[in-house]
Nanobody, 122 residues
Framework: VQLQASGGGLVQAGGSLRLSCAAS????????MGWFRQAPGKEREWISA????????RYADAVKDRFTISRDNAKNTVYLQMNSLKPEDTAVYSC????????????????WGQGTLVTVSS
């Protein structure tokens, strides 16, 4: 499975961006897709995840009620709609895919895409 993230850019605080993650290859094996971010000098942080078939989604507290994850199975693409962006949302955002069943707790991803930079100015 290959993952290609896109949609990053520069936005003012309070603005919105939509990130996309297009999957190719053996996509039939995917069960879960997730978004992560890594800010300068910080560890990678899990943001959100969605099950590929059922569409069940979860969010980190830091982005809940501001970010929405969705997927388009026909296009093998997962989206992250980011609203009410804050300067602290500035980071490189990456997508990941996993083949294991997700039971709601910690999850191990198998495939990672390259990141896309999101910069939120104050």
């Amino acid at each position: 499975v290959q993952l290609q993230a896109s949609g990053g850019g520069l936005v003012q605080a309070g603005g919105s961006l939509r990130l996309s993650c297009a999957a190719s290859g053996r996509t039939v094996s995917m069960n879960v897709m997730g978004w992560f971010r890594q800010a300068p000098g910080k560890e990678r942080e899990w943001i959100s995840a969605i099950t590929w078939r059922g569409g069940s989604a979860r969010y980190a507290d830091a982005v809940k009620d501001r970010f929405t994850i969705s997927r388009d199975n026909a296009k093998n693409t997962v989206y992250l709609q980011m609203n009410s962006l804050k300067p602290e949302d500035t980071a490189v955002y990456s997508c990941a895919a996993g083949t294991r069943t997700w039971y709601g707790g910690n999850y191990t991803y198998d495939y990672w895409g390259q990141g896309t930079l999101v910069t939120v100015s104050s």
